[in-house]
């Protein structure tokens, strides 16, 4: 898959529901985090999800605190039996990402 991160990713494993807003139906799925960055987010999900769609999550951070964030699905892999590995344009967010991974890259350099 091409690679088109504009900002470095930070690992977070955290599995989490997400709810779909854009199409009325209040579709709700669970998603495994793998990575997130302030603008983009790395998921798998047993479901297929449609590319465009707009989903409501409420991501856990590793100090446990939550941060509402909009999830746009930009790319989607088909992994056959293994379901589905997404990535995602983080839309409302974007700013309180941004300063968590500067204190989470701090916080990696300072335990070098």
């Not at 293994?82 to 990696?108: D, H, M, T």
Request: glycine share 6%; aromatic share 8%.
């Amino acid at each position: 898959m091409e690679e088109r991160r504009k900002a470095k990713r930070m690992d977070l494993q955290s599995t989490i529901t997400v709810k779909r807003i854009d199409n009325g139906k209040d579709e709700e799925v669970s998603i495994d985090i793998k990575d997130l960055s302030k603008s983009g987010m790395g998921f798998n999900c047993k479901q297929e999800l449609e590319e465009g769609a707009i989903y409501q999550s409420s991501i856990v951070i590793w100090t446990q605190e939550v941060i509402p964030a909009l999830l746009k699905i930009v790319r989607k892999l088909d992994r056959g039996e293994n379901g589905y590995f997404y990535g995602a344009q983080l839309n409302k967010a974007q700013y309180s990402l941004s300063a968590i991974s500067r204190v989470w890259w701090k916080e990696a350099a300072a335990s070098r």
